[in-house]
């Protein structure tokens, strides 16, 4: 059959369409779930005619076959180069389109702290001895990354965030592509990129668990070929990948559970082969780690790395807060599917649950059917783990949920097949996917008109960024941040190093003035769990590198960080050792907005190194 819609062809002898019936037996099972979800059309891999003897192929051959390594001759996508040609380039054409509003996002907190622990390395520091935060060192290296192609600007990693989600859909791309269909190749790859720009605005894109999204999908990736091939060499670089992964947030960890139950699952082998490839997959994710701590020694920042993410974080994580809002678990799940706060994105989230159903219930989806929802699960339960569920955790939900997403629409394709004539098919499909696509891009016009706007030069930059204090209305204030650099920037020179008490890191980047401690932030000082050695610490780098200017920062409290309700000026009562400093050594200069400026009495000191002497000893 060569038509361009995933249907049955109709035989005319009875017996055919008896054998039709008894094979679609799931169909209305899953109509009765989305009797609601518009149809797409699909080109199949190889349609078989339903005759009498080819009743199993026919069906395999339309039907979500996730067995790709074991059945491969009824899960290959077309081997047309010229389709895999004009598929790929409609996912990276398209995908870049839809996310080209990144380049608009200034950098937020989140981002202005990775954007600062750049800098440092640079400048020759490293992350954790020369600027502590609590993220493991993978973001902070990206940042550098894009400074170092790009140049050090506002855009550079947000450039860098669009081109790694771009390899991140041709990565979903190839995968749902070898699991599915070329076309549910397509469909994920897109959804993807939608999904991704209209998670969240500036503060949830750009951040550590959107960026291990592409080691994860390589991951899973590896290991469909570690399968197939029976590897233990793809089997390493599934684990090696999922190491990558844990370099951006360690919960992620939890991904190598899959590769395990995989393997482990694989009844058609002996014991042997699969051990064999189950020690490759743990040996590649410890060779990876092991090689990350061995250079984090070499270069001093062992140390610090572990007291911070192994020690110190421990204790952050059981942080709780009376009079916060506690999450419910359900809800929060809910609340994603329906794309909240937007919740025009429920027809994807929709499509996912209707696609991971058809994947469990029907048998003829193969061994590995239980992959991508037990994926989307896994990340789900990580999120969990953290217990905070900040929009941008979820970002590593978004591969499996695209493939899902996609897999729900070759679901839904199928019923109009059994009811139908195939024009009456085509017409639906048609109509299905134009209306979806319709009622999508007026969901990525309503989330995203202000971008597009401003992308398109209708909307001035100052108007655009006054928007996004407007929007968020939290302790955090960009153009308060912007409008302090710019008076750092014309009151010091570029090697005067400055201190901000408070969690404005953004100040550092945006004014390009070095910090005068690791202490770049001061969460590690605040918190009661720190060591009161830190403190001393910071005393100390302000009398060696004797910055010109303190900032001290008002109305910025954080209980969800450190359980404390009081800013960061009021907290100064509770550290008389920075508290006499600030006395003795400093005055009052200016305050602009939230930020009282102190002035060093006589005149501070240049930074002719950009590492603090107590971190240098």
């Known amino acids: 059959m060569t038509g361009d819609f995933l249907c049955c062809q109709r035989q005319t002898n009875a017996g055919t369409d008896r ?262 997959c743990l040996a590649g994710c410890a060779g990876v780690l092991l090689l990350v701590g061995a250079l984090m020694w070499r270069a001093g920042a062992l140390k610090p790395m572990v007291e911070t993410l192994f020690v110190w974080d421990s204790q952050y994580a059981r942080v709780e807060v009376s009079g916060l809002q506690q999450h419910n678990t359900l809800q929060e799940i809910a609340r994603f599917l329906i794309g909240d706060p937007l919740r025009l994105l429920f027809p994807i989230g929709l499509l996912a649950i209707v696609g991971a159903t058809d994947l469990a219930v029907r048998p003829e989806s193969g061994r590995m059917r239980w992959f991508v929802p037990a994926w989307a699960l896994a990340m789900t339960a990580q999120i969990w783990v953290q217990g905070r569920y900040y929009s941008y955790h979820w970002l590593p939900v978004l591969p499996p949920l695209a493939i899902l997403a996609a897999q729900g629409l070759r679901s839904a394709a199928l019923l109009p097949a059994r009811a139908s004539k195939q024009w009456v098919e085509r017409a639906v499909s048609v109509g299905g996917i134009f209306a979806l696509c319709a009622f999508l891009a007026f969901a990525y016009w309503s989330f995203l008109k202000f971008p597009i706007r401003h992308l398109m030069g209708r909307v001035p930059r100052e108007t655009y960024l006054r928007g996004f204090d407007a929007a968020t209305q939290t302790d955090f204030s960009l153009l308060e941040d912007r409008k302090v650099a710019d008076w750092l920037q014309e009151h010091t020179d570029a090697t005067d190093a400055v201190f901000v008490w408070g969690f404005e890191s953004l100040v550092y980047f945006l004014a390009g003035r070095p910090p005068a401690s690791r202490f770049i932030h001061n969460l590690p000082l605040i918190a009661h769990w720190s060591p009161p050695e830190w403190r001393a610490e910071l005393v100390r780098d302000i009398e060696d590198r004797r910055p010109l200017y303190i900032l001290v920062v008002r109305n910025d409290a954080q209980p969800w960080l450190a359980g404390r309700w009081d800013d960061s000026a009021s907290q100064l009562a509770q550290y008389p050792e920075l508290a006499a400093v600030l006395k003795q050594h400093y005055a009052l200069r200016e305050s602009i907005e939230d930020f009282d400026i102190w002035e060093h009495r006589e005149g501070g000191a240049q930074a002719s190194d950009p590492i603090p002497q107590s971190i240098r000893e």
Request: hydrophobic fraction near 50%; proline fraction near 6%; aromatic fraction near 10%.
């Open 19 to 280: 054998g039709k019936r008894k094979s679609a037996a799931y169909g209305p099972h899953v109509g009765g779930l989305s009797f609601t979800i518009t149809v797409f059309p699909l080109r199949p891999r190889e349609l078989h005619s339903f005759s009498a003897t080819g009743l199993r192929q026919g069906w395999a051959s339309v039907s979500p076959n996730v067995l790709a390594v074991s059945q491969p001759h009824e899960a290959r996508p077309s081997n047309n180069k010229a389709a895999v040609v004009v598929s790929l380039l409609a996912v990276l054409a398209v995908g870049a389109v839809l996310l080209s509003p990144l380049l608009t996002y200034p950098l937020g907190r989140d981002q202005g702290v990775f954007a600062t622990v750049a800098d440092v390395m640079q400048r020759g520091g490293m992350p954790y001895k020369d600027a502590w935060d609590t993220k493991p060192p993978g973001i902070f290296y990206v940042f550098w990354l894009s400074f170092r192609l790009f140049g050090r600007s506002e855009m550079a990693p947000r450039l860098l965030d669009l081109l790694w989600m771009l390899a991140t859909a041709v990565a979903v791309w190839a995968l749902a592509r070898r699991l599915l269909s070329s076309w549910a190749g397509v469909a994920a790859g897109l959804i993807l990129t939608f999904r991704y720009v209209t998670h969240g605005y500036y503060w949830h894109t750009t951040q550590c668990d959107g960026f291990a999204a592409l080691p994860l999908t390589l991951a899973a990736l590896a290991l469909v070929a570690a399968e197939e091939r029976k590897s233990p060499r793809w089997a390493a670089a599934s684990g090696a990948l999922v190491a990558v992964a844990i370099g951006f947030k360690f919960t992620l960890g939890i991904f190598l559970v899959l590769p395990l139950v995989a393997i482990g699952t694989s009844s058609a082998e002996s014991i042997r082969p699969r051990l064999a490839r189950a020690a490759a």
